[in-house]
Structures are given as C-alpha cells and as structure tokens.
C-alpha cells in the first residue's frame, strides 16, 4: 500500500523560507514522478513542480527561480525549497506521485494530506 506523507509547512512572513517534506512508503517501481501541488481557500489545485525518477524537473512559472524540489531516493524523500515566501503562496501543500508523469496536472493517483503554509505579509 502506497502512503505519502508531507511535513514542514508553517507560518512565515514575505520573504522568507520554508522546505517541506513528503515521505512515500510502499512503493515498488523504479519508474515514477513525485511532485507538490497546492490549494488556496477557494481556488483550484494547482501544480507547483514534479520530478521523474530521472531527476527531470518541471517548475509552475509562478515558482521558477524561488522554488527548488529535490529528492533523496535512499531515503524515499522529497523536498521542495521555498524562498521569497510570497502571501498568494499561502495554501494546502500537497504531494502526489504515480508511475505516470502527469507534469503539472491533477493525474496522480497517491496523494498525502497536505501541509499547510501561511505567508503574512
């Protein structure tokens, strides 16, 4: 059985930094794309940046340049670096995965809970 975990989201002011944390337990293919989404009260999910197990990566515009995701496949982790925290960045962060890559779509099957990050301006 599949389980994604996110961890690290948080309060934070403009500006600053947060990294979030999603753990995938119970996987079992060498192929797959792993990414973070994020949802704002009363808007739609929306993709914020995946990668392959190939380390390919794919950013939204609206993170390019602000945001890092990396992975450590020992430790069957995934991280995404957020830096120059904006308020609109203020949402439920959610990881997802499938052997698929959806890119930035909704596609994936395997979704965690979400963390939530707040950015006060």
């Known amino acids: 059985q599949v389980r994604v975990k996110e961890s690290g989201g948080g309060s934070v002011q403009a500006g600053g930094s947060l990294r979030l944390s999603c753990v995938v337990s119970?996987?079992?293919?060498?192929?797959?794309?792993v990414g973070w989404f994020r949802q704002a009260p009363g808007k739609e999910r929306e993709g914020v940046a995946v990668i392959d197990s190939d380390g390919r990566t794919t950013y939204a515009d609206s993170v390019k340049g602000r945001f890092t995701i990396a992975q450590d496949k020992a430790k069957n982790t995934l991280y995404l670096k957020m830096n120059s925290l904006k308020p609109e960045g203020t949402a439920m962060y959610y990881c997802?995965?499938?052997?698929?890559?959806?890119?930035?779509?909704?596609?994936?099957?395997?979704w965690g809970q979400g963390t939530q990050v707040t950015v006060s301006s």
């Open positions: 997802a995965t499938d052997v698929i890559n959806y890119g930035l779509g909704p596609g994936y099957r395997y």
């Open positions: 119970g996987w079992k293919y060498s192929t797959y794309c």
